[in-house]
């Protein structure tokens, strides 16, 4: 029995339903038409976990799937591939990860996985890739570009975040906001001062949702003076 069978096994209509309103799959809604089958991550990353020894050939049909958990439950395998995988195959598995960036396309699949994949890879490598997918009309493309460089903030390597930080400044998407207020904040928990320099610079153009998210974790009197204009 394949991936398809097993994760259909576990389907649950009413979780499914409350899902599809909480990852907004309604039409205008970021993930519009996005479909679940209404299984939590753990259960889909147990059943992935069965899985792991599946092709790059047999997870493409999956990451193709109109089911939500079905590409989530590809990513996360493809994940542990990499992880796993001599540099030969990290190579190969980066490179699938970005031909098949269109079904990396909510949220959650990116948050889980573009760090681990693209950010690790890319650790020792040219980023450029990550700026032109910085400046895709496609929003996830977009978020996988920020989100990626948690993997070199987590090494006190703020240049890649800040750079992608001020391209996406203008966005217009909430989604993106929260991303890139978020990388900000990681970078303020290793370094306060490149934060705080970043937000000198650019307080007036950040939105409030990015403002808000890079602030967070600052003590509640400081916290109100940066939402204040005080920087």
Request: glycine letters at 4%; charged letters at 35%; a positive charge.
């Amino acid at each position: 029995m394949g991936l398809r069978f097993e994760l259909s096994k576990l389907a649950n209509p009413e979780r499914a339903r409350l899902l599809q309103g909480f990852f907004k799959t309604g039409k205008g809604e970021y993930a519009e038409g996005d479909i679940f089958l209404g299984i939590s991550v753990p259960e889909t990353r147990r059943i992935a976990k069965k899985f792991s020894q599946l092709s790059l050939a047999e997870l493409q049909k999956n990451l193709e799937s109109k089911y939500h958990e079905e590409r989530l439950a590809a990513l996360l395998i493809l994940e542990e591939k990499f992880r796993k995988s001599p540099k030969a195959e990290r190579k190969r598995i980066f490179e699938f990860y970005l031909e098949n960036a269109q079904f990396v396309n909510n949220w959650d699949l990116v948050d889980l996985t573009a760090p681990k994949i693209l950010g690790e890879f890319l650790v020792d490598k040219d980023r450029k890739i990550l700026y032109a997918l910085a400046k895709s009309r496609n929003l996830w493309e977009r978020r996988i570009a920020v989100l990626s460089t948690l993997a070199f903030i987590r090494r006190k390597e703020f240049e890649d975040s800040l750079k992608i930080a001020r391209i996406l400044l203008s966005d217009s998407q909430d989604l993106i906001h929260k991303a890139v207020g978020w990388m900000l904040r990681e970078v303020g928990k290793k370094d306060k001062k490149a934060l705080l320099d970043f937000l000198k610079e650019n307080h007036n153009l950040m939105p409030r949702t990015m403002l808000r998210y890079s602030i967070e974790k600052f003590p509640e009197k400081e916290r109100k003076e940066l939402l204040a204009g005080k920087v």
